[in-house]
């Protein structure tokens, strides 16, 4: 079955403060972060921090996965091996910009899994979306590799390889390249992972962004401060309501299929086989979030 990403906390590899808080939120992802939260002349201290942290059970109940350097820096090749090698779920890769890349990645992290004596695929890759070359190469990205468990946009670093101020993401260019990878995501069957957002006192536009990114397919959003995550979790998790109406409705279009039918009236609406597969979702979504529904 696959995991439940609605909200991924990036935490910062160097920080024993942002560790402690990390531990007390609902995120189901943690994305400890090597990249843009380390500077150069720490990269090998927080790499060896990350070991340690990886081995805390108090972070068993997440899904532990590292933010590591890009493939042209010189801190690439440790990172994967070390990381793998520690324990970690997966592997967010930057500025993925081909499936070549992904490839050799997989590739690398298979060697490591075989090295530190992991099961095969053992470890996830999310690659990052940031730049136009990726938006280009969207599916052949997010098909690359079976070993790919989700595709994520970044729209800060793709608003700077395109020029322009980063700004919310709800319009513009940067509302299609979202779009973008969103279908990509769904076209290759895996999770859509939507943008941060950068105003972490703004919570209702926090809420608005990632109400439209549910809108639009995305699964899950990433975050940059703990306080975003109930929202986005509040988002991307049924109400009560929601799941109710799903079972109710599943229910009917079973007992007309049951019947010999192929479609059946549902509190005035006709129903037939893709919108019950629709709900069913709604109820997978609510199972995987512990919420008291249906097998």
């Given amino acids: 079955m696959s995991r439940l990403r609605r909200s991924l906390l990036f935490v910062p590899a160097s920080s024993e403060r942002f560790f402690a808080k990390a531990k007390e939120s609902a995120a189901d992802t943690l994305i400890f972060d090597l990249e843009d939260a380390v ?20 972070f068993a109940r997440f899904e532990r996965t590292v933010r590591i350097n890009g493939l042209d820096t010189p801190y690439f090749l440790d990172d994967v091996l ?70 994520a946009f970044g729209h800060g670093d793709f608003s ?35 943008n941060v957002y950068l105003d972490i006192k703004d919570l209702d536009g926090l809420r608005l962004e990632t109400q439209q990114g549910q809108n639009l397919g995305y699964e899950g959003k990433a975050c940059i401060h ?24 599943v229910a009917a279009f079973e007992q007309a299929v049951a019947a010999g039918h192929g479609a059946v009236s549902f509190r005035g609406r006709m129903i037939d086989g893709p919108i019950a597969d629709i709900e ?16």
């Avoid at 090698?85 to 590739?107: C, H, M, W």
């Avoid at 069913?280 to 097998?295: E, N, T, Y």
Wanted: hydrophobic share 45%.
């Fill in 39 to 58: 500077a150069p002349e720490r990269k090998a201290e927080a790499r060896e921090t990350m070991r340690e942290v990886l081995q805390d059970t108090d």
């Fill in 82 to 151: 070390a990381m793998v090698g520690a324990g970690a779920d997966g592997l967010v890769v930057p500025k993925t910009n081909s499936a070549e890349n992904i490839r050799f990645v997989d590739q690398l992290v298979s060697l490591a899994e075989h090295r530190a004596g992991r099961s095969p695929g053992d470890v996830v890759l999310i690659p990052l979306f940031e730049q136009p070359q990726a938006i280009g190469n969207a599916f052949s990205i997010a098909s690359a590799t079976s070993r790919i468990a989700g595709i």
């Fill in 160 to 194: 700077l390889s395109m020029g322009i101020k980063a700004a919310p993401s709800t319009d513009g260019v940067v509302l299609q390249a979202r779009c973008q990878v969103v279908m990509a995501a769904k076209a290759a069957g895996v999770t859509p992972i939507d």
């Fill in 226 to 249: 703990p306080g975003q995550v109930d929202p986005v979790n509040a988002v991307y998790t049924p109400t009560t309501e929601e799941v109710e109406y799903a079972r109710a409705l």
């Fill in 280 to 295: 069913k979702i709604v109820l997978d979504r609510a199972r995987k979030a512990g919420m008291d529904a249906p097998s």
